[in-house]
């Protein structure tokens, strides 16, 4: 397979620039367009997250995008592709990846994996829209494991102002079995608790993602299949549900995460066999696993299946009684 | 209801309330004997001989082929290779007006047509050259005479005229109301069903009183329904306009007559209606002339009439920097020059500024899955994308390229100006050729 830019033959393109084909009318949608609106829809959580843990995270949020940006050029240069750096993508995948680190992060581990996400996860495996895992997801994993102090490091909210305190996750603390005091569910609603930058605030989380919804960039099949199998399966085994909803990073990996476009299903029933992989992941790791937290690695590992999820879940053709791929 | 399809602003406007005017008669007409499916028909005049209005000047070459008659009364001053408006060419007779030439051929007197058997309307039809007029262009009388072993349950008759811009069906709907649905009993009668549905967008609701007003007075005993559609493109499609009226699916890769529809468009009712009942051949039809021109206008224009004179008729074209697509906008053709005649098969003449497609940029597919949401034959446009810009043809042939009908939604709403219809037109001719090798 070629990968990178559209590799369709020269004779085939010249031919289109002589006559262009049908149809003479476009929709105003474009991918800078669907880019730079789920930039804007992350923009609530990320005042947030400043107002929570100080202009620090703003410098964290900064140096992501511009290590993002930096890397993305590198990476096309040294292999000969169109920079391609206006579509968006890069400052996305830079807010996101600074969302999923921890408020105290070291900004050099920042901008490495920055260059993981863009480098490693995406252009290596052919740039935009070729991507088997979800940059930020995945650097994330691999700073997980190679840096696993500073990757554990949280904060109490509003420490910035006197002296920084670390603090555990609710999700780690409910793992250990502390008698640390867990945060009221309010304030978890609101983004009053430890966690990082970017998945303490549900409230703001899901006003960027009734942006996404009402402007159909993305759908609610993944999103409501994943947080409905982690509230099922928690309510199940005993948990409290909403809690296992708001303590750990599942509104974003679940709305801005796990919906990327690239790297989930194609089609609305592969969708939610995706969403429903992801929250049965999810709750194993949080409930058996070592990790008390599991959003990333569930995403990243159904990431694997959507070839093999889309091979079984094409629509039914019209005029055919059923589908079936050899 | 089918599903897919797109909701696409129409601008039907620019054109929806004039009236059908007729173009002045040609001094010089451009006659392709290929304007249809099929086999292109054989001169049956040559050059120097006078012809008149509405003579055969092409005799079919085959079973699927057609008539050809000339659209004005003149004298033949060539036979030669012309472009055509659909991007192919054609040999072409080229006919110019002369004084005092007899305006009309002599045609004899023909019984009501309530009296003719079904062959005798089918072999009017075929005289008279007439074919498809949505786009398709597919000789009609070879639609009147059903295969054995099927049956004709069902005649539809499309006036949804989905594509953006166009008006002429719907014009033609409410000037030719009558005509329309005299020719409509008459395809019924040819075929022998009894059941017949009309189906019109439900942008053109102010038709509902008008074709009911008509349908209260057939001359034969007939079950004919009005359907009111969902404004949806492509509505119009000869598939979905059967899943929308009847639930029905044609099968893939199979024709509406397997599942017992026979599918109409609006001005092939009225050619037929004027053939069978006037005796008069297809030399003319109704289109229309909209976007950047300064005055858009629903036409009646002789087969042949060059764009260009149809162009300067309506003003001229308003900007430099523009593209001329004939047909409707999703699936029309755009075209350099406008020397080209107006064919059967010509359902408008549409100037876009040049920019509504940059399309120059093509980028990567980013799996946002609006073009399978938009297929509304279900198919999966991404991939079959992928594997047709690596040539992988047998992959596209896996995933039924074939059944793709070029409606353009895919391309449409591609975020990232992917060129899918265009791409899947070149996996088809590619597996078309593999297949006769």
Redesign the interface.
Known sequence: MTAGNSSISREREEKMNEIRWAPHIKSKDSTPKIMYTVTIALLPAMLGSIYYFGPSVLKIILVCIGSCLLSEIFSKKLFGRTVSINDGSAVLTGLLFAFVLPPGIPLWIAALGSFIAIFLVKELFGGIGYNLFNPALAARSVLLTSFPLQMTRYIVPFSYRTDTITAATPLAVLKENASIQLPSLWDMFLGNRAGCIGETSTLLLLIGALLLLARRIITLHIPAAYILTVALLSYISGQNPTLQIMAGGLILGAFFMATDYVTSPLTNKGKIIFGIGCGIVTFLIRQKGGYPEGVAYSIIFMNMFVPLIDRYTLPRKFGMPQTKRE | M??GG?K?SAFKELSKEETIETFPCPEKVAIPLSQHTGLPAKPAVQKGDFVKEGQVIGEPAGFISSYVHSSISGKVTGIENRSLPN?KSSMSVIIESENGAEQDCPRPDIPEWQLLSPREITESVKQAGIVGMGGAAFPTFVKLMVPQGKKAEYVLLNGCECE?FLTADYRVMKENTDEVIEGLQIICKALSVQKAFIGIESNKKDLVKILQKALQNLKIPLDISLKILHERYPQGSE?HLI?SITGK??????LPIDIGCVVFNIQTALSIKRAVCGNLPLTERVLTVTGLVKTPKNLRVRIGTSVADILSHCGGILTDSR?L?I?G????????SPDVPVIKSTTGI?I?PQD????KE?????????C?DAC?????P??LG?YA???NWQACK???VA?CI?C?CC?????????L???F??AKAELRKNDSR
Request: proline share 11%; charged share 25%.
């Open positions: 089918f599903k797109l696409i991007g953006p598939k899943k699916e044609v099968p893939s890769l199979g593209k697509v047909g906008p999703m699936m029309g053709i755009n075209i350099t549409i876009l509504t497609r940059p399309g093509i980028k990567p597919c980013i799996r946002c899955s609006r399978i509304p034959m279900n198919l999966v991404a991939e992928r810009e690596n040539k896996t995933l039924n059944d070029e353009g391309s449409y709403i591609c975020p990232s100006e992917r060129p219809v265009d791409l037109k070149w």
